[in-house]
């Protein structure tokens, strides 16, 4: 089990976030490759090194076109779709997106639909979240942990005027995350860095034993008088493949009256706009009635988005909230070569010891689609794989 844990020392934003995963290793060719990949035009991205304090760290800067369009969430998502990216990649980009326009949505009163992604949407916001994602996942990062989060204080200047720090949507990402007081007069934590840390890190907590592999430092786009402006990444291989014990936030309703259909559809943008997982059961209700029994599972600052969404768009009058713990297995996605193409395996660490490889269904029906094969015959081959390359 790969580990990476954040040190917010300084906080935390995107272009901190490139920075550091350059420093720990990630070739930085592929991350100037990215816009090219993202179809972004007009667009570089420029890595040096500067000097943080007593800190030599790396710096990443994105260049693009000064007038830059307001993009809603769905200008978004297709052009991460459309990128020349790993699917992986694709979700989790997505994922925080989807995050930060949600709380954007809700500063604004409006609907992540309709809300405009103003400075946050502009094409280095792009760069840094899907440049986060990848470097992680080339890294072959597994699970993330980070450090209470500063907040800083002041004012800054934005598209509407100054507001204060922390900005309305960074405070709104930070619901559930652990924060701590600072007494610098500047953002340490922007809406780009809430968004990617508090989608992306399964604990706050610190990490279990590693062996420490890998350090990198990223560097903040100002020089903070009191401390050095860094966010360093500490990145190495855990002793065991112990589950992961973590409080996870469980929503269920029940209903009678509503259209499967509807309710069907409704579970498939919840898992997509960020819950871990959603169940639909037949059950008998009271008089005997059939209905419908749905449950959430979501992370704990997502409760109540969730609550707000099931009350909004299914014929409940009420969502039951309840605070679970559950044990997860470490996981990672790794790609094997077969007579079909490259075909993508989930691959769980036991606590035994060993590995468990599953297919990704996604990448088997792809597969099975352009070789015009049977989905069992290619998540077959995908297995025998695994096995010859010695489960690993």
Not at 114 to 120: D, G, L, N, Q, T
Not at 172 to 190: C, H, K, N
């Given at each position: ?20 995963l350059?420093s ?11 816009p ?28 693009a ?9 769905r ?32 500063v ?5 639909e ?7 949407g ?8 899907v440049?986060t994602?990848?470097?992680l ?5 597994n ?8 907040l ?8 509407h005027g ?9 405070a ?19 809406p ?7 989608t ?6 610190s ?8 350090v ?52 498939s ?16 209700m ?11 599972i ?13 009350l ?58 352009r ?22």
């Open positions: 089990m790969r580990i990476a844990s954040f040190d917010c020392f300084s906080g935390i934003s995107g272009d901190m976030c490139l920075g550091a350059v720990a290793g990630w070739p930085a060719a592929s991350l100037e490759d990215l090219r990949r993202l179809r972004l035009d007009g667009v570089s991205v420029e890595v040096g090194e500067t000097r943080r304090g007593p800190f030599v760290a790396t710096r990443v800067q994105v260049s076109p000064a007038k830059q369009p307001h993009r809603h969430l200008h978004v998502v297709e052009m991460i779709e459309a990128g020349d990216l790993e699917a992986l990649v694709r979700e989790r980009a997505i994922a925080v997106f989807r995050r930060l326009a949600a709380a954007e949505a809700e604004h009163g409006s609907t992540i309709k809300v405009h992604f103003h400075e946050v502009a094409v280095d916001a792009l760069v840094d979240v440049g994602v990848e470097g996942s080339a890294l072959g990062v699970r993330i942990y980070a450090s209470p989060l500063p800083g204080g002041g004012t800054v200047q934005s598209e100054v507001i204060p720090v922390p900005a309305p949507a960074t709104l990402l930070l619901r559930g995350a652990p924060v701590r007081a600072s007494s610098i007069q500047a953002e340490l934590v922007t780009t860095g809430a968004a990617l840390i508090t992306l890190a399964q604990g706050w907590e990490p279990p034993p590693f062996r420490l592999e890998r990198g430092t990223g560097a903040g786009g100002r020089d903070l008088k009191e401390q050095p402006n860094v966010l360093r990444i500490l990145i190495g291989e855990a002793d065991a493949a112990a589950p992961l014990k973590r409080r996870v936030a469980v929503l269920e309703t029940a209903l009678d009256d509503d259209n499967p259909q509807y309710v069907a559809e409704l579970m943008r919840l898992i997509a706009e960020g819950a871990l997982d959603a169940m639909l059961a037949p059950t008998v009271k008089k005997g009635r059939a209905g419908l029994w749905l449950v959430v979501a992370e704990l600052e997502a409760a109540e988005r969730i609550a707000n969404q099931l909004s768009e299914t014929s409940t009058l009420g969502v039951r909230v309840r605070i679970d713990e559950r044990y997860e297995l470490a996981r990672s996605v790794r790609s094997v070569e077969t007579a079909f193409g490259a075909v993508k395996l989930k691959i769980a660490q036991l606590p035994e010891g060993g590995t468990r490889a599953v297919p990704e269904f996604e990448s088997v029906r792809a597969a099975a689609e070789a015009g094969r049977p989905l069992r015959e290619v998540a077959e081959a995908a297995l025998a794989a695994w096995s010859r390359n010695g489960g690993s």
